[in-house]
């Protein structure tokens, strides 16, 4: 099958979150399994040298025929692999570092950015003489893409390719004033409550959920949340009406980069049969950050993005409690909110026996607390798919997780009767649940320790390889095929 990726990120060219990497190693996973797959993001500003020098332009200027034509460039970059990545060069919009807002304008030009990319999509194929299948398409950023395929493009060359949107965070939605849609040539009488209009604007991912032949999001779980107001984020009734077109695939993880017996970024290796490395991991953490002595006490450790949707909230809340009550080391790594990091330094400073803060981004202490720690923390309001609590298992970290979206498909409850197990999950996000939920490890880790040896070997021998996504996303392909050739 011949697939075209369109999407704002990929790693590692271009990434703020777990976008890019589920992303790009969906498309290497499935162009190594036999497929034909392209990708399409944009060249931003922030593309590093070493990518760049790596890239070709295409003999021919790109004409991209919004409600004017724009010309651009296209760079093409073949991945060992065989993978083609095409860079949309167009300076105006995406010359500049970041990759969604430039911080010092007034006002967002997101909107007019994403219909370039959405539009250059849909020029490329014939610049290129190779029509895909299947254009599949990430987020509110590639939204446009279905709208502009069941519409101005409904017949002509792509007349037989379908379109698959796959929903990576409904919160992010991808909003515009209406004359977008003069912008991007697309006919206003779209404008209507069930198909682009919301708030009195224009909803790119509302357009995308609307038009695309099949929907997909990043686990099963949260394919049925997101249909009901809770976490529907105001689409529950499109999806509702969409819901016999959707299908929950939860995310892989990279087995290469995250793996124990071979991960160059943490002092130790070891592996299912060899667990004698991740005792040492923890030793050395607790000399290094710790000196004070630990030995014997329970590691907690968490890394994540300090928003609402991670909890950590709730957990710094309930620190001082816990502290006085039992005797845990806890480890934290992140950054985001201010005043939540403010309050997490002042709580290590506070308690510098119990405690350690690291506030930033450093992908080797996210390695290094994966390995040391006993349990994962990952309260999360609401999870998608989340990947933490994925490289958690693979380390033998027991997950203590709300249970929701991907952490709820992922993670398999504690049974103290029976032993079985991969984790500790609790549903309510409330100070009393969580608190309950780390005494009831801290009870387990002391008082049952032939029980949490078995769920570490347990957690470790999960396959979150991407080979099984990869083949369901085969079959939504499949699935979007017939759906559109069968009406076409
Ligand atoms: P989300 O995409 O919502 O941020 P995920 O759990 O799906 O959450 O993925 C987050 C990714 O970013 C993980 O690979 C995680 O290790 C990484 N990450 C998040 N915060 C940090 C940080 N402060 N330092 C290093 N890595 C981080």
């Known amino acids: 099958m011949k697939i075209l990726m369109v999407t704002a990120e990929a790693a590692p060219y271009a990434k703020t979150g777990g976008l890019a990497d589920a992303v790009a190693s969906l498309a290497r996973e499935l162009q190594r399994a036999g497929d034909e797959v392209r990708l399409l993001l944009p060249l931003y500003g922030s593309v590093e040298e070493i990518y760049r020098r790596r890239m070709f332009p295409l003999p021919y200027p790109l004409a991209i025929r919004l409600g004017t034509v724009h010309w651009a460039r296209v760079h093409e970059h073949i991945e060992p692999g065989g993978l083609r990545v095409y860079f949309l060069e167009y300076q105006r919009y995406f010359g500049r570092d970041r990759i969604y807002d430039d911080g010092r304008r007034a006002f967002s030009d997101n909107a007019e950015r994403f219909s370039l990319l959405c539009r250059a999509a849909l020029d490329l194929p014939g610049l290129i003489q190779w029509i895909p299948d299947v254009f599949h398409c990430h987020d509110w950023m590639a939204g446009l893409v279905p709208v502009f395929l069941e519409t101005r493009d409904r017949q002509g060359p792509l007349w037989r390719s379908a379109s698959v949107l796959t929903v990576h965070n409904l919160s992010h939605q991808g909003y515009a004033d209406r004359s977008i849609l003069d912008f991007a040539g697309l006919p206003r009488s779209l404008f209507r409550p069930d198909q682009l209009e919301a708030c009195g604007g224009v909803n790119f991912l509302k357009g995308g959920l609307y038009f695309a032949n099949k929907l997909t999001t990043v686990s099963p779980s949260y394919a049925g949340e997101i249909q009901a107001e809770e976490l529907g984020c105001g689409l529950q009734n499109v999806l509702r009406f969409r819901s016999g077109d959707l299908m929950g695939i939860l995310n892989g993880i990279d087995?290469?980069?995250?793996?124990?017996?071979?991960?160059?970024?943490?002092?130790?290796?070891?592996?299912?049969?060899?667990?004698?490395?991740?005792?040492?991991?923890?030793?050395?953490?607790?000399?290094?950050?710790?000196?004070?002595?630990?030995?014997?006490?329970?590691?907690?450790?968490?890394?994540?993005?300090?928003?609402?949707?991670?909890?950590?909230?709730?957990?710094?809340?309930?620190?001082?409690?816990?502290?006085?009550?039992?005797?845990?080391?806890?480890?934290?790594?992140?950054?985001?909110?201010?005043?939540?990091?403010?309050?997490?330094?002042?709580?290590?400073r506070q308690f510098p026996d119990r405690l350690h803060v690291t506030v930033g981004y450093?992908?080797?202490?996210?390695?290094?607390?994966?390995?040391?720690?006993?349990f994962f923390l990952m309260p999360s309001r609401f999870e998608p798919c989340g990947l933490n609590q994925l490289y958690s298992l693979r380390y033998g970290t027991l997950p203590i997780v709300r249970s929701t979206g991907g952490l709820r498909d992922s993670v398999l409850c504690y049974d103290e009767r029976t032993g079985a197990g991969t984790g500790f999950t609790f549903h309510d996000l409330t100070p009393q649940s969580l608190a309950d939920a780390i005494g009831w490890a801290c009870a387990c880790y002391h008082d049952r320790p032939r029980h949490l040896r078995a769920m570490v070997h347990r957690a470790m021998g999960q396959d979150f390889s991407w080979s099984r996504p990869a083949a369901r996303y085969r079959d939504c392909y499949r699935w979007a095929l017939e759906s559109k050739r069968g009406s076409g």
Not at 321 to 341: C, N, Q, W, Y
Not at 362 to 374: F, I, R, S, V, Y
């Open 255 to 348: 087995g290469d980069v995250w793996n124990p017996a071979t991960d160059p970024l943490i002092p130790h290796n070891y592996s299912r049969g060899q667990l004698a490395g991740k005792a040492l991991c923890k030793k050395s953490f607790y000399q290094k950050y710790f000196p004070a002595g630990g030995d014997g006490r329970p590691l907690f450790t968490a890394i994540a993005r300090l928003c609402q949707q991670k909890g950590l909230d709730v957990l710094a809340e309930i620190l001082p409690r816990l502290f006085a009550t039992v005797d845990i080391r806890v480890a934290l790594l992140g950054s985001g909110d201010r005043k939540l990091e403010e309050q997490l330094r002042q709580l290590a």
């Open 362 to 374: 450093d992908e080797a202490q996210a390695h290094l607390l994966e390995a040391a720690g006993d």
